[in-house]
């Protein structure tokens, strides 16, 4: 199975600075056709994941632009230009290459 | 817009069985592959199985495969997870989602049921 290992496993960080994630895969997340499935989740705190970046780097619709992607192969980043509170809560890199498909341990970003 | 309702969560002895159902709608829900995923208390999360469009192909995690099977009705718009031989570890949320148009990605996830698997 693809293990998806992020860090910092936590992150306090001060409103209004940047925050960086890091998502390393123990495989190649370059599908067949050729994309690559690396996406990051949002989970605030009794709620449920949604979706912030899929293919590496590409926002979803409505994901505000302080929410960058980058990234290939097996290296993967996520950057927060200008941390909001709403921004609180744990960010999961997750990969859908290779069945069983899954998650890093997640990233806890709180307000320093 | 996309709503994912799950129902079907309770509490089950460790052996039970519980089906969990997932009403989907705001989109063209026969033309998308659906996914469960679920969350332990405090941890993170785990991908449970999928079920292609036209529900030609399905797969599962590890943990569950021979235990948990999957379907879907698209004259209902539902989708459905058959848990049977049910674990204390199985206790979780467990999130139904949607896979983007693009496919191999998770984008719209319910609000989640609980599953308490206890003696």
């Known amino acids: 199975d693809v293990v998806l290992t992020q860090s910092p496993l936590s992150s306090p960080v001060i409103l209004g600075q940047p925050a960086s994630i890091s998502c390393r895969s123990s495989?190649?997340?370059?599908?067949?056709?050729?994309?690559?499935?690396l996406s990051w989740l949002h989970q605030r705190p009794g709620q449920p994941p949604r979706l912030l970046i899929y293919?590496?780097?590409r926002r979803f619709s409505g994901v505000p632009d302080r929410f960058s992607g980058s990234g290939a192969g097996t290296d993967f980043t996520l950057k927060i230009s200008r941390v909001e509170p709403e921004d609180v809560g744990t960010f999961y890199c997750?990969?859908?290459?290779?069945?069983?498909?899954?998650f890093g341990q997640g990233t806890k970003v709180e307000i320093k | 817009q996309v709503h994912l309702v799950e129902s079907g969560g309770g509490v089950v002895q460790p052996g039970g069985s519980l089906r969990l159902s997932c009403a989907a709608s705001?989109?063209?829900?026969?033309?998308?592959?659906m996914h469960w995923a679920r969350q332990g208390p405090g941890t993170g999360l785990e991908w449970v199985a999928y079920?292609?469009?036209?529900?030609?192909?399905?797969e599962f995690g590890a943990s569950v495969r021979g235990r948990f099977s999957i379907s879907r009705d698209d004259s209902t718009n539902t989708v459905f997870l058959q848990m049977d031989s049910l674990r204390v570890e199985d206790t979780a949320v467990y999130f139904c989602?949607?896979?983007?148009?693009?496919?191999?990605?998770?984008?719209?996830w319910g609000q989640g049921t609980q599953v308490t698997v206890s003696s």
């Open positions: 989602v949607k896979e983007f148009s693009t496919g191999w990605t998770l984008d719209f």
């Open positions: 705001g989109f063209g829900f026969s033309g998308h592959g």
């Open positions: 079920i292609s469009w036209g529900a030609k192909a399905t």
């Open positions: 495989q190649s997340l370059v599908h067949s056709d050729g994309n690559t499935y």
């Open positions: 293919q590496i780097s």
């Open positions: 997750t990969q859908g290459t290779r069945f069983p498909w899954t």
